[in-house]
């Protein structure tokens, strides 16, 4: 009976050294991935797949360090304090790659998707008032004011784009007040201190629910299709976090289809609703109202590049903003997004 004793307490103290030892063995490793991002919806297929763990499910560990502006992310990427970031198509960009800057754009992040324009051309309602109303009537803000975030930023070159249509010359026929956060734009024209602007759709929203000055435009009206941002890394890491990349846009990818699906009816998505009334901080009345205008991703991950090219070549041709032209060559490297895509499709890691 005591050497029955004897080995049920053996096999039950075996058993607890085997069970401590599985629990005490440390968690499958996961590839760490620092990510320079924004608190703007474009941003949307990154924080549903942050938010919804599609990035540790295909092993990642994702660092985010937010900046109010892509731009401000390039040095930290340069330096190698990030390993990839949101940038904006601007024509800073094209110099700072013309300069030997190790830059390589590899994601879409939002573009101006016909019929689902991110971003949007308001007046003031003085100006408003005095009869403009639509496009063609931007003719009257000639030696008029008008406020953008950033020179030679995407917002600067809507509004300069429409004001060409509209008969003027933007270089000479209006004044530019620059480098002014959007929030802060917003104010300023019912403030009449400016009398246009280009800003994100949801401020813009809000300046005209405010009486401060009417939408009178979206930018897919001026630039079908044209690019708001995209994600960028440095050339090495193309080669060096090669499958990194490839699982971190396969999350994004992911993300991204379902914040195209819940922009198109948020009402359907009401979790997508939720996680980004969290992230980006905006009402869920709010997000509902500005539908289907979140921006759009490109659900194949590819940026588009005709559109980034042409932006160069105005920048360059018209304002004399950019100082040498670079190659698509480059400025970009669609071998993440092709190779994730179809990664995406062979191993369903989120179903299909």
Do not use: C
């Amino acid at each position: 009976m005591r050497g029955k004793i004897m080995k049920g307490l053996i096999s039950v103290l075996s058993a607890a050294i085997v069970l401590g030892l599985m629990s005490s063995a440390p968690a499958r490793s996961q590839d760490l991935l620092r990510v320079g991002e924004g608190p703007f919806i474009t941003g949307g297929g990154f924080l549903v797949a942050n938010e919804k763990g599609y990035f540790n499910k295909l092993g990642l560990r994702i660092e985010t360090k937010m900046f109010i502006d892509g731009q401000q992310a390039v040095p930290a990427l340069i330096s190698g304090e990030l390993d990839i970031t949101f940038m904006t198509a601007n024509a800073s960009l094209f110099n700072s790659v013309a300069r030997g800057a190790p830059l390589v754009a590899i994601l879409d992040r939002g573009n101006n998707k016909v019929g689902r324009g991110y971003s949007v051309i308001n007046v003031s309602k003085e100006m408003a008032d005095s009869g403009i109303k639509t496009l063609a009537d931007l003719s009257k803000l000639k030696g008029k004011r008008i406020g953008v975030s950033g020179t030679g930023s995407i917002n600067q070159y809507a509004f300069s784009l429409a004001l060409q249509k509209a008969g003027l010359d933007p270089r000479k026929d209006v004044r530019w007040v620059t480098n002014i956060p959007q929030p802060d734009l917003m104010k300023m024209l019912g403030q009449n201190q400016i009398d246009g602007t280009d800003l994100a759709y949801q401020f813009g929203f809000l300046a005209a629910k405010s009486g401060w000055g009417p939408i009178i435009a979206t930018d897919d009206q001026i630039d079908p299709d044209g690019t708001i941002a995209v994600f960028a890394t440095r050339r090495n890491l193309i080669k060096d976090k090669h499958d990194v990349l490839i699982r971190f846009a396969m999350a994004y990818l992911q993300g991204a289809k379902e914040f195209n699906a819940a922009a198109a009816n948020p009402d359907q998505h009401p979790d997508i609703v939720n996680l980004l009334v969290k992230t980006t901080m905006l009402k869920p009345e709010t997000l509902k109202e500005i539908a289907p205008n979140w921006s759009y991703v490109n659900e194949d991950g590819v940026p588009n590049i005709a559109s980034i090219m042409k932006m160069q070549d105005y920048w360059a041709d018209y304002f004399d903003y950019v100082e040498r032209k670079v190659t698509a060559e480059q400025l970009f490297d669609v071998s993440i997004a092709k190779q994730a895509k179809a990664r995406l499709e062979a191993e369903a890691p989120f179903g299909k």
